[in-house]
Every structure is written in C-alpha cells, then in structure tokens.
C-alpha cells in the first residue's frame, strides 16, 4: 500500500534524526499519524494478559482504534481540554454566565478553600469566568506549588538558608497523614496563596497564568450550578462525551510509564528487568509522573499521602493521543461558534484568547496559516502545549493536531538501534473506527547506525498484528530510566508547527 502524506512524513522524521523530538502524532479531518521508536510506549494493558495467541488476536481486533495510537504528555493542551471544556459542556445554554454573572455570584463553597474562594470574588464585582479563562484577571503567570510542602528561606524561618537559596526542608510531613486532613489544608493554604497573587482591580490586559486555571479548578469544585462528583467523575463526563480516554496524572499518576516520554531518557539493556519490576522502578517513580512542575508535585507529592483525595490543577496534566485530541475538535468549534453569535460582549475579553482559546495574532502564526489577515467569515482559534503539542481549528471546521515530546531526548545503553514504526488511519478520530482498517509501516535501521541515522531504509508495510508484536517485544526488552546527566532545553517548534499546519489546512 502506498504511503499517504509522503512529505509530511519525511519532514517530521527529519527533525527526529536531528534530535528535535522522538515521537509524533499529527491529524487533520482525513486522517491521524503516528510514528515513533518501538520501544518507546507500552501496547495497550489487553496484551499484556495470560491469553492465548488466537484470545489475544480476538481480542485486538475489537479494541476500538484510538487504544493503538501511543499517549502523549498534553502539558498546557490541558487548559483547553478540562476545565474549558468541563464549563462549555456543563453550562451548555447558559453561556451568558461566562459574560454578565460575577464568579462569585456562581460560587457554593463546600469546604473552607471555597469559602476563601468566593469572599476573594465577591471582593472583585467586576471578576467572571470569562478573566480567568482569557487570562485577564490580573494574576501572575506563575508560583511554585511546592511552597505548600516545603520551606522557603526568608520566609517562614529567616535564620535557615542553603547554599542555592532554595527551600531548606518540608514543612509538612504527609507520610502519617491517614485521613487527607494535612493534605487538605496544604491545598488550602497554597489556593490562599494564589489568591493573595490576583489584584482588587484588573486593567484589562493579557497575562498568560497558570494560576488561573488553577483557580478555575477551584471552581469547577465549588460550583453552585452543578453537583461537584469528583475529578474522575468530571473527566469521566468529558470521555463520555467525545468518546475518548484522556486521563489526568493526578488522577493516575502511574500511568505516564507507557505514555511516549516526555523527559530526557535511557533506555537499557545492561540489567534484565521483568516487566513488574519495570514496573516499579520505571520514571514515574524517579522522575515524576508528568512534565509540568506544579503538575508534578500535585500528583506525586500530594497523592502519596492520601490518594483518595487527588490534587487537580486544570493548567498541565492531561495525558491523551491523537485519536482524542482530534475528537474534541467539532466540540470546540460548534461552541465556539455559539459563543461568536452572542450579541452581548463579554466581560473579561482579550485581544489574544476568544473564551479561553489563543487566536493568531500575526501571519507568523504556528496555526499555519495560509492567508492573512483573515477574513471576518473565517476564525482560527486554538491552544498550544510546552511538551510540543497543539491544537487549531477554524470556524468552516477544519482542524489539525500536533504532537510531539520535545522535552525528551533518546539515548540508548546496550541496546540495539530500533525500528520505527508508522501508523495512519484515514478518518481515524471517527467513533467506531477500528483496528482492522489501521494502516502500519516499519522501518528497520541500516547496519551499524545509530538512533538518529537509521532513516535511510524505506518504509515496509506490515499487518498490524505484527506492529503489535514487533512493539510489545522491544518494550519488554528495556528499562527505560530518567537521564540524570543531561539538561534538556526544548528546541522551538515555531517554524515546524507553522509548515505542518500549511500542509494539513491544504487538504
């Protein structure tokens, strides 16, 4: 079978033989993309049971397609995906709240965190959903979550200081904590923090904030208008609705081991491991179980002391691929579009983010676009992610997807080089597509090359049976650990994303 988008392909393996990234995923309406080292994600859970070798082919073929597609780190892709989403789904018709109502007008605190909540908001008339989704709210782009957990110099005990002037020792010792009551109260006494950030008064501008999807997180849990079930429950709701199967490391910390890694890494051959112990020992033990710091310390840090109360924040921590990714796309823009025929105008409004989601600014977009300026007809909207991720969709409904883990870096010990393997799936982000129509290719390195050399075999097609195979055999066979030694600065994506979105708008 031919190859469909050979130049799409062969640009985006070139920037893996340069080291820019060593996984990707695209997708556009015709089509979804992967490509990536064979022993870089884990097959789905259902081959890793006891089951004979016909079961195990039974059951592979009933798996709906999106389970064959590798999960990536989605990093800021999770503002527009959770909370964003999370509010247009469950307010539906009430979209004026996002304009007209105050916060705290929305607000029925259950906890003394959403009592903090909405005093800071009733302090601030003027504040609605619409400042912190657009990022006009005032607030700073950035704090350390870990002040929760650990001292700082200066602060709590001034006579304490370390060399490097960073926090001398914990604070809070959530090893004992049972019941999730010292949790409870370092999650309360951080949101305080973050709030004492935001200003009485906002004028207007534009600050890109973590903080506020932190804050909107808040929200989402002391919402009056709807019943708060739990963070599973929420994103439950979401997979439910796009038939999708995001998850958040918060939620399942653990998981990100058979995600695409996201961190500078090895991967060895040196010491046979089983796949339990791999299990154990792999970098979601000591690395962490997602890219983002603040993330990163609300799902490890926090988790393990009481983890039936996990710590959300809605600014970074999604894991998904690119089947739902792209599913989440006619969501988007039919509310989108919704939103655009209010006659009100929103409160809170930014010239750069349209309810939460970025808007190009410039012909030099990373949306790719191909003529500029637009036309009033036709909105491009949005989000992009650290890790290398985005999403951008246009009013006439198209939309493309990249992903990428630009904040790894691949180097191997004692293992062989490894073959890529490429998956396409036209129309792959429709419900009910299935593994049987997957199209898969491999290509095998040439004799003594290296990882970043072993492009110059041609690509062979092959039933995915045996993509399933060739990938579960190279997974067993390494221990993939965090690189200590190297400091990993993510190359700028800016012209990549700008040149795949070309393509992919074209078509």
């Not at 409160?347 to 036309?375: H, I, M, V």
């Not at 039933?463 to 993510?490: G, I, K, M, N, S």
Request: contains cysteine.
């Amino acid at each position: 079978m031919a190859l469909p988008y050979t130049s799409l392909i062969e640009s985006l393996e070139n920037e893996v033989q340069k080291g820019t990234f060593t996984a990707w995923s695209c997708a556009n309406a015709e089509g979804t993309w992967a490509a990536f080292f064979a022993d870089e994600a884990c097959p789905p859970d259902w081959v890793l049971d006891n089951s004979t070798e016909n079961d195990q082919d039974n059951s592979a073929s009933n798996q709906p397609l999106r389970a064959w597609f590798p999960a990536f780190d989605l990093a800021s892709l999770s503002k527009p995906l959770l909370a964003n989403a999370w509010f247009r789904h469950a307010l539906d018709n009430e979209t004026l709240l996002y304009n007209q109502t105050p916060l705290a007008g929305l607000l029925q605190p259950r906890s003394e965190e959403g009592v903090l909540l909405r005093q800071w908001a009733e302090a601030r008339p003027w504040l609605t959903l619409a400042h912190l989704l657009n990022h006009t709210s005032g607030l700073p782009a950035w704090c350390w979550f870990g002040r929760a957990l650990w001292q700082f110099p200066n602060e709590r005990n001034p006579a304490e200081k370390n060399h490097n002037g960073r926090a001398t020792g914990r604070i809070l010792d959530l090893s004992r904590d049972a019941n999730g009551e010292i949790a409870r109260m370092a999650q309360q006494e951080l949101t305080r923090h973050i709030l004492s950030r935001g200003p009485l008064e906002s004028d207007g501008s534009t600050t890109y904030s973590d903080l506020n999807y932190y804050l909107l997180a808040r929200v989402v849990e002391h919402l009056g208008l709807h019943e708060f079930r739990g963070w599973q429950g929420t994103l439950d709701s979401l997979n439910g609705l796009w038939d999708t199967q995001f998850w958040h490391a918060s939620l399942d910390p653990e998981r990100s081991q058979i995600a695409i890694p996201f961190f500078p890494y090895v991967n060895s051959q040196v010491v046979a491991h089983v796949y339990e112990q791999r299990k154990l020992d792999n970098h979601a033990g000591n690395f962490g179980s997602v890219h983002d710091t603040n993330a990163n310390i609300l799902s490890s840090e926090f988790r393990s002391a009481h983890q039936t109360s996990p710590f959300v924040s809605s600014h970074a921590g999604l894991f998904g691929n690119i089947v739902d990714v792209a599913r989440s796309a006619s969501f988007f823009i039919e509310s989108q579009q919704q939103f655009h025929e209010q006659r009100h105008s929103p409160t809170g409004n930014s010239t750069r983010f349209s309810w939460g989601l970025d808007t190009p600014s410039t012909a030099q977009s990373t949306a790719g676009l191909k003529t500029w300026p637009l036309t009033d007809d036709k909105k491009i909207f949005g989000h992009l992610g650290y890790t290398g991720t985005s999403l951008w969709m246009a009013s006439d409904g198209q939309f493309h997807v990249l992903l990428t883990n630009r904040t790894a870096q691949r180097r191997t010990l004692g293992a062989p080089s490894v073959p890529r393997i490429l998956f396409f799936q036209k129309d792959g982000h429709r419900p009910g597509a299935s593994v049987n129509e997957l199209e898969c290719w491999v290509r095998f390195p040439s004799r003594g090359s290296s990882h970043r050399q072993n492009q110059s075999n041609s690509w062979q097609s092959l039933p995915w049976r045996d993509a399933y195979t060739l990938c579960f055999e190279q997974f067993r066979l390494v221990t993939r650990y965090w690189d200590r030694h190297t400091l990993r600065t993510p190359p700028d994506l800016a012209k990549i994303r700008r040149e795949v979105g070309q393509i992919l708008w074209s078509h």
